[in-house]
């Protein structure tokens, strides 16, 4: 009788153990983000320069998009 009630606490103790875990698991703190983890960032650019026809021009290059920003311009002077 004795054997059983010690058995009987032993494996209460275990399952109290194992479920005790489970009731605060530790989480890393994640900061709150506005759109789902998008963030801003700056857009990379390049000044691209030619002469044509004796004028020198500019035009400027999304180096982030892929693809021109300005039309050929004169460089100001």
Not at 18 to 38: C, N
Not at 44 to 54: E, K, L
């Amino acid at each position: 009788m004795k054997q059983r009630i010690l058995r009987s606490i032993a494996a209460l103790l275990c399952a109290l153990t194992l479920f005790a875990t489970g009731i605060a698991p530790a989480y890393a703190y994640t900061p709150p983000s506005d759109e789902g983890g998008i963030s801003t960032h700056a857009e990379q650019v390049c000044w691209y320069f030619r002469t044509r026809d004796g004028v020198r021009e500019m035009r400027l290059w999304s180096i982030t998009n892929g693809r021109w920003i300005t039309d050929w311009v004169p460089c100001p002077e």
